[in-house]
């Protein structure tokens, strides 16, 4: 049982948006900035988006926002390249841990 | 640009201890405000947080490892380290390293070593 809890997948055309959810409490979402990994075939994590902040070479069809305890990650113009899992994490303050939602596979039909 | 590349034995016995060391390089893992971090992920399964350090020597463990799990880092050679004793078949997973950075999270990942525990 994940602290965050995601979709398990969504799917989407070439060209759809499609946003990804990650619900948590106010002892982690509600309090600290959440952080979007990507995961394609079983290679290493890549850090996608931190906060509602791209990192460097990111494409900017990907966005993060925030509400309450619930963050979403938005892509917008889904391209092939997307089909990946997507995990969210974030810290937790009743556990003094960091937490990852148990991740969403996207996709790209 | 940091990198960061695990090393360590890819197989060890039931009840033995797993030893894994990340180097860092295109930086200095004593500067910066930043936390060196351990993440594994079973197979087929998700990402799994397990322990942190900070720079400052400062560490974080996930509640349920801490009794076995130790975080050390060494600024003279640019790495850090976990060790996680009494380790069973559960514990086999792809261990990564990566880096924190306060208020923003996981920003830089190793490329993550199979670490199997069997007899």
């Known amino acids: 049982q994940s602290a965050l809890t995601q979709e398990a997948s969504v799917s989407g055309t070439v060209g759809q948006k499609v946003t990804l959810s990650c619900t948590g409490n106010?002892?982690?979402?509600?309090?600290?900035?959440v952080g979007w990994y990507q995961q394609i075939s079983h290679g290493a994590p890549k850090t996608v988006m931190f906060?509602?902040s791209l990192p460097s070479g990111i494409p900017d069809r990907f966005s993060g926002s925030k509400s309450g305890t619930t963050a979403s990650l938005t892509i917008s113009g889904l391209q092939p390249e997307d089909e990946a899992d997507y995990y969210c994490?974030?810290?937790?303050?009743?556990?003094?841990?960091?937490?990852f939602g148990g991740g969403t596979k996207l996709t790209v039909l | 640009q940091v990198q960061l590349q695990e090393s360590g034995p890819g197989l060890v016995k039931p009840s033995q201890t797993l030893s894994l060391t990340c180097t860092v390089s295109?930086?200095?893992?004593?500067?910066?405000?930043?936390?060196w971090s351990w993440i594994r992920q079973p197979a087929g399964k998700g990402l799994e947080w397990v322990g942190r350090?900070?720079?400052?020597?400062?560490?974080n463990y996930k509640p349920s490892l801490k009794s076995r799990v130790t975080i050390s880092i060494d600024t003279s050679k640019n790495q850090f380290s976990l060790k996680l004793t009494s380790v069973t078949a559960a514990d086999t997973a792809v261990y990564y390293c990566?880096?924190?950075?306060?208020?923003?999270?996981?920003?830089?990942w190793g490329q993550g070593t199979l670490v199997t525990v069997s007899s």
């Open positions: 990566a880096r924190e950075s306060p208020g923003i999270g996981v920003d830089y």
């Open positions: 295109g930086g200095s893992i004593s500067s910066g405000s930043y936390y």
């Open positions: 350090i900070h720079t400052t020597g400062s560490t």
């Open positions: 106010s002892n982690n979402i509600g309090s600290y900035a």
């Open positions: 906060g509602s």
């Open positions: 994490s974030t810290w937790d303050s009743s556990l003094s841990a960091r937490v």
